[in-house]
T-cell receptor, first 112, second 112 residues
């Protein structure tokens, strides 16, 4: 079956540091890939997505590239802010009525 | 306007009780979901409904029964609550054939 593996957290960074959160996947088909973010006390929000190999998703300064050869979708941001502190989930999904398969989430803590 | 709403936000109850969580979406989506998030933030799909019909039912005790009175609502009823049911429950919705899911704010259930 499909699975998503994320690096364990928490990831602790100072403001303006470079962020990478690793995500790799195992899939039986050709999924789309997603990053969701969960701020404290809130539900998940879609951060960015990529629907095919070599696509780059980007939003709010975050980027991730769909790498089929390495089955990865690493999340990056050049300069993090305190407001980026949240839990980040990598996920994969297919069109139609299927659900998303989530990774276990990675907590990011950014200090001033 | 709230896209996906859940009530209640917090629910504290004793073992053995029966409780319900309600979910409504005003996005016009055809598919709705229930997820369970445990204390380690792991997110697991429970049910998925498309146009009021159950399409995915993961390995969930039959004490959990989803009900969809119309495609804008998906409620979750839980019988004979157990300590292990304590978690945050998220409702989500998506449009047919699209991957992006919109999440509600969650309901934190505590069983004592």
């Amino acid at each position: 079956g499909d699975s998503v593996t994320q690096m364990e957290g928490p990831v602790t960074l100072s403001e303006e540091a470079f962020l990478t959160i690793n995500c790799t996947y195992t899939a039986t088909g050709y999924p789309s890939l997603f990053w969701y973010v969960q701020y404290p006390g809130e539900g998940l929000q879609l951060l960015l997505k990529a629907t095919k190999a070599d696509d780059k998703g980007s939003n709010k300064g975050f980027e991730a590239t769909y790498r089929k050869e390495t089955t990865s979708f690493h999340l990056e941001k050049g300069s993090v802010q305190v407001s980026d502190s949240a839990v980040y989930f990598c996920a994969l999904g297919y069109s139609g009525y299927s659900t998303l398969t989530f990774g276990k989430g990675t907590m990011l803590l950014v200090s001033p | 306007d709230t896209a996906v709403s859940q009530t209640p936000k917090y629910l504290v109850t004793q073992m053995g009780n029966d409780k319900s969580i309600k979910c409504e979406q005003n996005l016009g989506h055809d598919t709705m979901y229930w997820y369970k998030q445990d204390s380690k933030k792991f997110l697991k799909i429970m049910f998925s409904y498309n146009n009021k019909e159950l399409i995915i039912n993961e390995t969930v005790p039959n004490r959990f029964s989803p009900k969809s009175p119309d495609k804008a609502h998906l409620n979750l009823h839980i019988n004979s609550l157990e300590l292990g049911d304590s978690a945050v429950y998220f409702c989500a919705s998506s449009q047919d054939g699209f991957y992006e899911q919109y999440f509600g704010p969650g309901t934190r259930l505590t069983v004592t």
